[in-house]
């Protein structure tokens, strides 16, 4: 006959609870397993030392993040006005950058979606047969992006309309945070640096980016 048996039961231990399993239980023997669980001190302790590490890191990934949001967009707008100039000279006809809410007519808010069409009459308006060569989407809504009203244009030989500057920053208007682009009369498309190493970037004239 067997008279083996199988049971769950709780042996208190100081300050835990012994969850144990006994089985094989016979009359000459009784086996049990036992495993420990986690008192309520050290369950504080882990805690506290999740919100320490929580606390320092997380500023840290936060401004990680805002920066590389920005970069981002500002290295998309080089590449469509760089995109730009080179259509301007390999079609030999006028091309034009600007901002647009519908793809079709140019705006003021450079936080639109950003067009480059051939401008064939060179009106600087995108007419029915003008091709639309590329196009963006919106900025990011925590972004704030301006340039010259209606945007401008790149001739056949690469020259721009009209230097210009587009300054992109984020929503706190902290200065740290803030990238641009300058346009020169050649054509040429210079991205900001930080030469003075002072943790803000200036444009091509060695002033500091200012989004206030």
């Given at each position: 006959?067997d008279?083996?048996k199988?049971?769950?039961?709780?042996?208190p231990?100081?300050?835990?609870?012994?969850?144990?399993?006994?089985?094989?239980i016979?009359?000459?023997?009784?086996?049990?397993?036992?495993?420990?669980?986690?008192?309520?001190?050290?369950?504080?302790?882990?805690?506290a030392?999740?919100?320490?590490?929580?606390t320092?890191?997380?500023?840290?990934?936060?401004?990680?993040?805002?920066q590389?949001?920005?970069?981002?967009e500002?290295?998309?707008l080089?590449?469509i006005i760089q995109?730009?100039?080179?259509?301007?000279?390999?079609?030999q006809?006028?091309?034009?950058?600007?901002?647009?809410?519908?793809?079709t007519?140019?705006?003021?808010?450079?936080d639109n979606?950003?067009?480059?069409?051939?401008?064939?009459?060179?009106?600087?308006?995108?007419?029915?047969?003008?091709?639309?060569?590329?196009?963006?989407?919106?900025?990011n809504r925590?972004n704030?992006?301006?340039?010259?009203?209606?945007?401008?244009?790149?001739?056949?030989?690469?020259?721009?309309?009209?230097?210009a500057?587009i300054?992109?920053?984020?929503q706190?208007?902290?200065?740290?945070?803030?990238?641009?682009?300058?346009?020169?009369?050649?054509?040429?498309?210079?991205?900001?640096?930080?030469?003075?190493?002072?943790?803000?970037?200036?444009?091509?004239?060695?002033?500091?980016?200012?989004?206030s």
């Open positions: 006959m008279t083996t199988r049971a769950w039961f709780a042996i231990k100081t300050d835990k609870i012994c969850v144990c399993y006994a089985y094989d016979t009359i000459e023997r009784v086996q049990m397993r036992c495993q420990n669980g986690v008192t309520l001190l050290e369950m504080m302790i882990t805690v030392i999740v919100a320490i590490v929580l320092t890191v997380a500023p840290s990934i936060q401004s990680i993040l805002v590389n949001r920005i970069i981002g500002i290295n998309e080089s590449g995109f730009a100039r080179h259509s301007a000279i390999d079609e006809t006028n091309t034009v950058v600007c901002p647009t809410e519908d793809y007519n140019c705006t003021n808010n450079w979606a950003k067009m480059v069409f051939m401008d064939l009459d060179a009106n600087g308006m995108r007419g029915a047969n003008e091709v639309l060569l590329v196009a963006s989407s919106v900025i925590v704030d992006m301006t340039g010259p009203a209606g945007g401008f244009a790149f001739l056949p030989s690469g020259a721009a309309s009209a230097n500057t300054l992109l920053c984020h706190n208007n902290n200065n740290e945070y803030a990238r641009a682009l300058t346009i020169s009369l050649q054509g040429r498309v210079k991205m900001s640096a930080d030469n003075n190493n002072d943790g803000i970037h200036e444009d091509t004239n060695g002033t500091a980016l200012d989004c």
